[in-house]
T-cell receptor, first 113, second 121 residues
């Protein structure tokens, strides 16, 4: 079945450091891919998405490219801020899943001043 | 647009009582709503999928008699945790998908509520 695997956290970075959070997936067909962010005590917010191969999603300085050949959707940001501290979830939605989202286990990011 | 609210945001109850959590799509009609459960420092676990006017579809291992879901309208779904016990304590999150806004915009992605923290004593 469909699945998502993320790099384990927590990830601790200094402010202005470069961020990469790896995400790989297994899916049949052509899924859509998402990154969600969850701030402490809150629900999930969509950060960015890509719906087909080679698409690049971007938002708030974060980027991720849908790589079908490597089944990956790694999240990157060139210069993180303390306010980026949160848990990041990679997810996929496949056409044969009735719109269900399959989430990775989440990666906690902590950015220190 | 595409705002989803949950009520209450947190609730504490005694063991054996029932608790109802509401999920509302505020500015669009949600044909489908999803209920998730999240344990501390863990991912979201899908509990059930709810389509307006029909019975919810529960994921394997989720007790349908324990977690009652009602999707009576295109803007409201409720999750009732019946005879709650301490092991039911968790963060419950809903999401809503589909339909059209009043301005005619179609949404196919899921929009998440802020979550409800349930603590059963």
């Amino acid at each position: 079945g469909n699945s998502v695997t993320q790099m384990e956290g927590p990830v601790t970075l200094s402010e202005e450091a470069f961020l990469t959070i790896n995400c790989t997936y297994t899916a049949t067909g052509y899924p859509s891919l998402f990154w969600y962010v969850q701030y402490p005590g809150e629900g999930l917010q969509l950060l960015l998405k890509a719906t087909k191969a080679d698409d690049k999603g971007s938002n708030k300085g974060f980027e991720a490219t849908y790589r079908k050949e490597t089944t990956s959707f790694h999240l990157e940001k060139g210069s993180v801020q303390v306010s980026d501290s949160a848990v990041y979830f990679c997810a996929l939605s496949g056409g044969n899943q009735g719109g269900k989202l399959i989430f990775g286990q989440g990666t906690e990011l902590s950015v220190k001043p | 647009g595409a705002v989803v609210s949950q009520h209450p945001s947190w609730v504490i109850c005694k063991s054996g009582t029932s608790v109802k959590i509401e999920c509302r799509s505020l500015d669009f009609q949600a044909t489908t709503m999803f209920w998730y459960r999240q344990f501390p420092k863990q991912s979201l676990m899908l509990m059930a999928t709810s389509n307006e006017g029909s019975k919810a579809t529960y994921e394997q291992g989720v007790e349908k008699d324990k977690f009652l879901i009602n999707h009576a309208s295109l803007t409201l779904s409720t999750l009732t945790v019946t005879s709650a016990h301490p092991e039911d304590s968790s963060f419950y999150i809903c999401s809503a998908r589909g339909g059209w806004t009043s301005s005619g915009v179609s949404y196919n992605e899921q929009f998440f509520g802020p979550g409800t923290r349930l603590t059963v004593l």
